[in-house]
C-alpha cells in the first residue's frame, strides 16, 4: 500500500532527512549585533547568502515622503506669506510705479521650489503611501505561505505543502506568486 510521500519530504528526493524549515534556516543564519560607536550604540546584522535568499523583505510604510513634503510646506508656505506681506507693505510706502501684482508674484515665485516640491513630495509620498496599503493582503498571505515552507538541502530548493518548489534564488518568487493565487482564489498549484 503506497501511502505518499512523508508531510515534509522534498517533492524532488522524497526524503525528509535534509529538509527544514525556511523561518528556521533565516533565523539560525541570521546575526544580529550591537555596539557603542563613539557615545552611540549601532546595531547590524549579518546573514549567509542563503538566507537572505530565503528571507522575505520586511514591508516598511514609505513615510519619507509624506513627512518631508509636510516640512518643506510647512516652511514654504509661511516663509512665501511672510515675503507678500513685506513687499505689499514696501509696496504701499513707496511711489514706486511697479503693478501691484508684481509684489505678490515676486515673493511667490521666489519661495516656489520650496512649497511646490513640499506639495509634489506630499502628493507623491499619499500615492506611495495607498499603494503599500493596498499591498498589505499580499504581504500577509506571503508571510503565512513563507511560514509553511520548507527547504531542501540536498536539492536545494524550496517547496511548499502543496508541492510546489522552485530553486533557492526564485523562494520569493514562489512564495509571492502562491499567495496572490491564494488569494485571487485561483485553486491551481503552482508547479515548477
Not at 4 to 24: E, I, S
Amino acid at each position: 500500500m503506497d501511502v505518499g510521500p512523508a508531510p515534509n519530504a522534498c517533492p524532488l528526493c522524497r526524503m525528509t532527512d535534509q529538509t527544514q524549515p525556511v523561518p528556521g534556516i533565516v533565523s539560525s543564519q541570521t546575526a544580529y549585533a550591537s555596539a557603542y560607536s563613539r557615545g552611540y550604540r549601532a546595531y547590524g546584522t549579518s546573514s549567509s547568502a542563503l538566507a537572505q535568499m530565503l528571507s522575505l523583505p520586511a514591508a516598511r510604510p514609505p513615510r519619507g515622503l509624506v513627512t518631508a513634503g509636510w516640512i518643506l510646506t510647512l516652511l514654504g508656505v509661511p516663509l512665501a506669506a511672510l515675503f507678500v506681506l513685506v513687499s505689499l507693505s514696501a509696496h504701499h510706502s513707496s511711489s514706486h510705479p511697479a503693478p501691484m501684482w508684481a509684489s505678490v508674484m515676486a515673493p511667490l515665485l521666489m519661495t516656489l521650489p520650496l512649497w511646490l516640491s513640499g506639495l509634489i513630495c506630499r502628493g507623491i509620498g499619499y500615492v506611495r503611501m495607498s499603494a503599500f496599503r493596498r499591498g498589505a493582503p499580499l504581504r500577509e498571505k506571503a508571510w503565512q505561505v513563507w511560514s509553511t515552507a520548507r527547504y531542501c538541502f540536498r536539492d536545494h530548493v524550496v517547496f511548499l505543502p502543496h508541492g510546489a518548489h522552485a530553486p533557492a534564488q526564485f523562494a520569493r518568487s514562489l512564495i509571492f506568486d502562491t499567495a496572490q493565487h491564494a488569494l485571487t482564489g485561483s485553486h491551481t498549484p503552482i508547479r515548477s
